[in-house]
């Protein structure tokens, strides 16, 4: 059924004022909305944009949190939270694109002791023997070890463990170990924290030792310091959503948004010191243009955007 453009409009209208709502948690809905046509996102990108232009200085609706010092305000002070969308008729193309081609015809099966890399920007899909998957983000390191084990040295990887339950699939991941119960999974790693996300079934961290439990829905971060904080993911479909060109937050720090921007995108992006504190929520949907993301990440995430040598950095306006 054809939609006129006024509709149109209007329904993207409801759904910016809805997202706007801090206890919005319809996203499911929202996508598939996004899904049914590109002028949806299109559509609905303008809508944000204006919005944002003529809402700009004017007080929150609602209560405010308390402000603190510059360096830690999540939010400018007096200004309603803002979600970051990086939609377009563009970033549908790219969405697709990226969905096309991570996990296109079969690959050839990746034999054991085989160390893959990819560069920053740019994936790669692995077959193991055993009918796994595993999507390897840009700038990142996975090394084969066995038939049913691997090792995630950098970087970010999705998991699709075909399950075995005498042959459980064991991931290293610096000096823990992540084994299946039968799941997709995602695991981004830093020098900072290591991020474990369930899409599917469970995972069991460290089983031998501490055989901390998580199921679909549910995510770890474990500190440079080994501290594990559990937590629920804003979306589970969002889950390893980088293979699909969206990125998910509900406060996550600067550091893990910038972290994960530059091996999707593939160029260097930073966080000024005065960031440390400051919290992100929103969805971004990249755009086949780099620097049109980052603008619009600044632009919505109430951050001031500037150019970095080959790179940008994100700071307070």
Do not use: K
């Amino acid at each position: 059924m054809s939609v006129s453009e006024n509709d149109r409009e209007q329904q993207a209208l409801d759904w910016v004022r809805r997202i706007a709502d801090p206890e919005f948690g319809d996203w499911d809905a929202h996508m598939r909305w996004l899904e049914e046509d590109p002028a949806n996102a299109e559509v609905f990108d303008r809508m944000s944009i204006e919005m944002e232009a003529a809402t700009e200085g004017l007080d929150a609706a609602g209560p405010v949190a308390p402000s603190v010092s510059v360096a830690n305000d999540n939010e400018m002070r007096g200004r309603r939270p803002r979600w970051a969308w990086g939609t377009g008729a563009s970033g549908l193309v790219a969405a697709s694109l990226a969905a096309f081609l991570l996990w296109p015809q079969p690959q050839p099966q990746v034999g054991v002791g085989r160390l893959i890399s990819t560069s920053p920007g740019a994936s790669r899909n692995i077959q193991l023997a055993d009918g796994s998957r595993i999507a390897l983000n840009g700038g990142g390191r996975v090394r084969i070890d066995g038939d049913r084990s691997a090792t995630l040295l950098d970087g970010e990887a999705f998991f699709e463990i075909a399950h075995h339950r005498d042959r459980p699939f064991r991931l290293q991941v610096g000096a823990r170990v992540v084994q299946d119960v039968g799941t997709a999974f995602d695991v981004a790693t830093s020098s900072q924290a290591t991020r474990i996300a369930v899409r599917e079934g469970a995972i069991a961290i460290d089983p031998e030792a501490d055989n901390i439990r998580l199921t679909a829905g549910e995510e770890a971060r474990i500190g440079a310091d080994g501290r594990i904080i559990r937590t629920t993911a804003p979306q589970i479909r969002a889950i390893g959503g980088w293979r699909e060109g969206r990125l998910v937050y509900q406060e996550a720090t600067w550091t893990d948004v910038v972290t994960d921007l530059s091996r999707t995108l593939g160029v260097p992006v930073s966080a000024a010191p005065a960031m440390t504190g400051r919290r992100f929520t929103g969805v971004i949907i990249l755009d086949r243009d780099q620097g049109l993301t980052i603008r619009r990440v600044a632009t919505l995430g109430g951050v001031a955007a500037m150019r970095d040598g080959n790179g940008w950095l994100l700071a307070p306006r």
